[in-house]
Each structure stands twice: as C-alpha cells, then as structure tokens.
C-alpha cells in the first residue's frame, strides 16, 4: 500500500500532515511526498492507493484542488482526501448554498445576485437588517450585518465595480472577530509590510478581489450561539459556540459549551442524512434557528479550525455516545484507507493550537 501526501505550498504548515504522517509510520504504510511543481507528480500518482492533501482557503490552494482532484479522483479513480464530492464546494457559501437549497436540506433564506441592477432593486425593497457574506472566510471573517439600503448599496456597487478585498473587508468587524486582541490586529498590519521587506510569498495578501456578485442571507436574530456538527463517516461530533459580546457571530468566537445533554440531536440526525445523501466524507455544518425555532444551516466546510473536535468522544449514526480521545485525522484514515484496524499512536505535535485539541472537556 502506497500513499501521496501532497506537498503545501510555500513551506506551509498543516498539522493535519503530522497527524497523518505519525499515523501512517505508526501502522507500517508506506507514503511519499507529491510536488506538483515535479514532472514526475503525475507518474508517481499512478501508484497511489491514497492520495491526501490539506486545502487551506488561500486562493492557490482552492485553485489546484479545482484542477487536480477532479482529474485524480474521477478520471484515474485513484482514492482522495478530501475526495471530489467533499471538497468541490470548499469555502465557497455561494456553491453551498446553491447544492443545500437545491437538494431540500435546510437551509437559510439567501439572496445571490449575478446582476447588479436586479441586486440593487432588492435591496430597495427588503427588510432590513440582512447579513452580507463574501463567498470565502472562516471564523466570522467576512462576514457583516447590513442594517440599511444605504450599506447595501454601497456593497453592491463596490462588487460589481473594482470588486472587495477579503483582506481589507470590514476592519472594524474583523477586529471585533479577533475579540480585539490588541496583539492579533498589530500583526495584522504588519504582515504586508514583514512580507513585503522579506520578499516572500504572502498568500493572504495574495487573495483575488470578490466581484460581479452580491451574497445576502437572512438575519435570524435571538440566537445566542451556534451548533457545530462534524460529521466523519458514520462518526458525529458537536458543541455549541456561543455568539461574541455585542455581536451576532459565534465562528471563532472560542466561547464553547462542551455539555452534550443540552445539544439539540435533530441536528446531528440532520448532518448525518446530510453527509450520506451527498456522500461527504468529512463535512462541518454549523446551524442556528430560524424564527420557529427549526434548526437551519448557515454553511459548511470539511476542515475545521475549531477545537476540541472530537476530544471526548462521538455519536454513531444510532446516536449512541462512544466515550475516548481521537483525532479527526485517524477517522479520516480509517474510512479512506478501509482499515477499521488502524491503530492510533500517541501523537506529538509542534502546533501549540492544535494542542488544544487534546484537552479534556469532560
């Protein structure tokens, strides 16, 4: 057995790699690192019995996961992670939006706009406040509550005109986000002008600018926090993330309710029929309620920044509680490899976040 491990760009770090990695030693697999830069990438993909990668939100990273997962997954038939049907929609809320609504799962009520004209006469004519999105984000970034036409307005002409940077979109509710931490925003500053004099790769300088389209959702307000349930293979897990002081935003928020008596089970039954239908290997979905108290989805993705996934245990598809410490990593190996028997070693990391991960909550 023989399994690809694609190489990051520009030295990134994933920890997820390590996880994978330790695994893999740990089990006797062999595997290899994959450049897509070499001329040998496509000969050696050939052998693979697994290919795996970590798709960041950069830009380049969802751009060659668009280019090369589809051909290696559907075209060579050769096993991913994050396989095509996991990954095509990946960080894109209008992509989501579109397969959710479509295949009558629900859902919050969105309005996407291609035109500029028809954007503007809806936002003549709606109730106010509606949330705007940028189709790319985590952790609340980008994301902002417009409260008047006047706002809307400004958003629409700016995307279907020079277009809006996600790196410079709404500074004020990106710090608010960073829960104004004084030394996170510094840094944010200084990190063009620290790649700039360096002269190295800044990938989150290097976005592309949002333009010619318009997202809006519903505000669904009285919601405190948000519900995440990860769902990997016929494994759950959830916790609540409760909304910042004087904010409607829950996503990185790292306020968590860890208590698994008070989560409401019709979401998990829900992301678990979500995940088989679509046939996801791996996805996160994050719900609210609407007005009748009806769990809805605000948006998914298949990797997860958030912790302490699956630190204490997870639900099977029976809703049956399985008490232990894993790592997503392991699940993600075991379905992908079909190898119920793979062994999870003690597993060392160099990242302090993803340490985290390991703490107890029980």
């Known amino acids: 057995m023989l399994v690809g491990i694609l190489k990051p760009f520009r030295n990134m770090y994933y920890s997820a790699l390590d996880v994978y990695k330790q695994i893999l030693d740990y089990n006797g697999i062999d595997y290899i690192e994959l450049d897509i830069n070499s001329d040998s990438f496509w000969s050696e993909i050939k ?46 809320k209008v992509k989501q939006y579109y397969l959710l609504k479509s295949m009558g799962f629900p859902v919050i009520d969105s ?18 406040p509606v949330v705007f999105k940028l189709k790319g984000g985590a952790g609340s970034a980008n994301v902002k509550l417009v409260k008047s036409y006047k706002q809307a307005k400004s958003l629409i ?31 944010y500053f200084l990190r063009p002008i620290y ?18 389209y318009v997202y809006f959702q519903k505000f669904l307000p009285g919601n405190k926090y948000d519900t995440r349930v990860w769902i990997i293979g016929n494994r759950a897990y959830a916790f609540k993330r409760f909304i910042r002081k004087n904010d409607f935003r829950a996503s990185g928020s790292n306020n968590y309710d860890m208590d698994r008596e008070s989560l409401d089970m019709k ?31 605000a948006e998914i993705s298949y990797a997860s920044g958030d912790f302490p996934d699956f630190s204490n245990g997870y639900w099977d598809k029976n809703l049956i509680w399985h008490s232990g410490h894993y790592f997503p990593e392991y699940f993600e190996l ?13 597993i060392e990391l160099n ?12």
């Open 111 to 128: 309005y996407i706009f291609w035109d500029k004209i028809e954007a503007l006469d809806w936002a003549k004519n709606t109730d106010y």
């Open 195 to 212: 790649y700039k004099l360096t002269n190295k790769a800044a990938p989150f300088i290097n976005y592309n600018r949002h333009k010619n």
């Open 334 to 346: 075991v379905d992908a490899l079909h190898m119920p028997e793979l062994k999870l070693p003690d």
């Open 157 to 187: 002409k700016k995307s279907f005109g020079k277009g809006i940077h996600p790196y410079l979109f709404d500074l004020p509710g990106k710090f608010k986000a960073f829960n104004y931490d004084r030394r996170t925003i510094i840094k």
């Open 47 to 92: 052998n693979l019995d697994l290919f795996l990668a970590r798709i960041g939100q950069y830009d380049n990273d969802l751009a060659l996961s668009a280019q090369i997962i589809p051909i290696i997954n559907l075209f060579l038939n050769i096993p991913c992670f994050p396989n095509y049907n996991t990954i095509w929609h990946y960080d894109d």
């Open 351 to 362: 990242s302090p976040y993803k340490k985290a991960k390991l703490l107890n909550y029980d």
């Open 267 to 297: 979401m998990i039954e829900i992301a678990f029929n979500i995940s088989e239908e679509l046939s996801f290997q791996s996805m996160n979905y994050d719900f609210i309620y609407d007005e009748n108290k009806n769990p809805v989805l």
